[in-house]
């Protein structure tokens, strides 16, 4: 197969998280013949703040007044960058864009700017913003067992103050930690779990667009999409999933979600990897 046919998956993270996250399931789509990129959104991977505060002791202190490199990063300047990979991307041939978690609303606002690099989009358990802005999802019926309080404790600085958000992941407390785990890896071990944690960086931005940044039919419309729903999600629980396909459908009904299932919590498909790269695997051949 020319190497032009060959899809390029490009995976973009969640809040809080990076390219690195991505390594096991790069692995597990490399050995069976797929290429792929990770994208670093702008403020993430190298370009993240990590301060000697959030270091061992910590400086708490410290810690909440720091001044973080992703203060002022929109929505827009994460577009514009996703975009720019796309168009790199494109020109190997088609496109994959995979989603997971925050990174969904990214992906949607590129897709809606720029529907002709991507041959394909898939959500992860991702935000696909339709009827309501992302942030408003949070006050709906199916995010009623989701408690944004649980992890406040582990909140660093005041949000309005910093112009970010900021989360001490390398906190002790066992109630946030127990949160933590509740939340993203209840199904792994604490070894995995706290693995996981310390690839988390400690700062993320506040925008999480508005109504022009929802799914247009359109251009966003126009692209093949598939949805896979994580069974066991806790941080986006299954019936928010299932809002969200149902939106998407209405939306374009003549281009309805291909929806896929997968076991497991909001962090086990990157943990153990190799169901999700096979179903990826799947979704390529028609890209081919």
Not at 145 to 154: G, I, M, R, Y
Not at 164 to 183: E, G, I, Q, W, Y
Not at 240 to 269: C, F, M
Request: a negative charge; one cysteine or more.
């Amino acid at each position: 197969m020319s190497r032009q046919m060959q899809p390029t998956f490009v995976l973009v993270h969640g809040a809080f998280s990076n390219s690195f996250a991505f390594a096991p399931l790069q692995a597990e789509l490399g050995l069976l013949g797929h290429r792929s990129v990770a994208v670093d959104l702008p403020g993430h991977g190298f370009q993240a703040t990590y301060t000697r505060a959030y270091q061992t002791p910590q400086d708490l202190e410290g810690l909440a007044a720091a001044p973080g490199s992703i203060k002022g990063l929109t929505l827009a300047d994460n577009a514009a960058h996703l975009i720019s990979t796309l168009e790199r991307a494109k020109q190997n041939g088609p496109v994959i864009l995979v989603s997971h978690s925050r990174g969904g609303i990214t992906a949607t606002a590129a897709a809606n700017i720029r529907p002709d690099l991507i041959d394909r989009i898939v959500y992860v358990s991702a935000w696909c913003p339709v009827d309501l802005d992302a942030g408003a999802y949070y006050a709906e019926p199916e995010m009623a067992t989701v408690d944004p309080a649980a992890f406040a404790s582990a909140l660093a600085g005041n949000p309005a103050e910093l112009g970010l958000l900021r989360v001490n992941f390398r906190t002790a407390d066992p109630a946030a930690l127990a949160a933590f785990k509740a939340a993203f890896l209840a199904d792994g071990t604490d070894e995995q779990f706290l693995t996981f944690l310390n690839t988390f960086q400690p700062d993320e931005n506040l925008d999480f667009g508005t109504s022009s940044d929802r799914a247009r039919a359109e251009t966003w419309g126009r692209i093949p999409k598939t949805y896979v729903r994580l069974a066991d999600d806790t941080s986006l629980p299954l019936a928010l999933q299932d809002r969200l396909i149902r939106e998407g459908n209405a939306l374009t009904p003549d281009n309805p979600y291909d929806v896929r299932t997968l076991e497991g919590s909001h962090l086990k498909w990157l943990v153990d990897p190799a169901p999700a790269a096979r179903l990826l695997g799947e979704l390529a051949a028609p890209a081919r």
